[in-house]
């Protein structure tokens, strides 16, 4: 059974770092064709893709926030851990992480976020 | 990358059919058959309705199917019961290993 959880701040202050760590069980991520994403969602607002880190170490980010993001995995604890520098009041969202399966190299998956975490809400303010 | 657009509001009566239609471009939508749905409470976390446009997950009812054309994918619950009552999201693989949701859409059974 795949299982996510987000932790982190449920608050920072205007111009901070953002730091949320994404612990998981039920699948390796070191198993070929696995990532991990982290989604956002503002209150009363859509869902936001802003990163994805793969089985293989690659990591892709959304553009209009790339300059702001990191994303990192620790294989032997199960974490995937997503930065977010100069953090601004409009960056207040609950955050979530999520499994996906991707296509690759002639096999095919779902290439969906089929597992998701519970999200974990963070408030950007002073 | 911008996001899917989707109609902000659909609704039905019980019984009825609805569909939402998730527009994007001839980079995203039109190009690769990697939509997928999500289906939201309010206040719990998105859960994944369709993959690959219009593969159903296991536990899923089979009222919901997916669907494309062109630039527009589609999601239609058939039958509507009232528990359909919720945000859908469509989602798509954009490349490059990245991927664009869409605008949401609530559902609402009448």
């Known amino acids: 059974q795949i299982t996510l959880k987000e932790s982190g701040p449920t608050r920072v202050n205007p111009t901070q770092t953002l730091t949320l760590t994404c612990t998981f069980s039920?699948?390796?991520?070191?198993?070929?064709?696995?990532?991990v994403a982290w989604i956002r969602q503002p209150p009363g607002e859509a869902l936001e893709w802003l990163a994805l880190?793969?089985?293989?170490?690659?990591?892709r980010y959304s553009p209009s926030l790339k300059s702001r993001l990191t994303v990192t995995k620790d294989t032997s604890k199960n974490q995937v851990v997503l930065t977010m520098t100069n953090m601004d009041p409009v960056d207040t969202a609950t955050y979530y992480c999520?499994?996906?399966?991707?296509?690759?190299?002639?096999?095919?998956?779902?290439?969906?976020?089929?597992?998701w975490g519970q999200g974990t809400m963070v408030t950007v303010s002073s | 990358q911008s996001a899917l657009t989707q109609p902000r509001s659909v609704s039905g009566s019980p019984g009825q059919s609805v569909t939402i239609s998730c527009t994007g471009t001839?980079?995203?939508?039109?190009?690769?058959?990697?939509v997928s749905w999500y289906q939201q409470y309010p206040g719990k976390a998105p859960k994944v309705m369709m993959s690959?446009?219009?593969k159903r997950p296991s536990g899923v009812p089979d009222r919901f199917s997916g669907s494309k054309s062109g630039n527009t994918a589609s999601l239609t619950i058939s039958g509507l019961q009232a528990e359909d009552e919720a945000d859908y999201y469509c989602?798509?693989?954009?490349?490059?290993?990245?991927?664009?949701f869409g605008t949401g859409t609530k559902v609402t059974v009448l």
């Open positions: 999520a499994h996906i399966m991707v296509s690759f190299g002639g096999v095919e998956a779902d290439d969906a976020f089929d597992i």
């Open positions: 989602c798509s693989y954009v490349g490059r290993y990245s991927y664009v």
């Open positions: 690959n446009v219009n």
């Open positions: 039920g699948f390796s991520l070191s198993s070929t064709r696995v990532g």
């Open positions: 880190i793969y089985w293989d170490d690659d990591k």
């Open positions: 001839s980079s995203d939508v039109g190009y690769y058959d990697y």
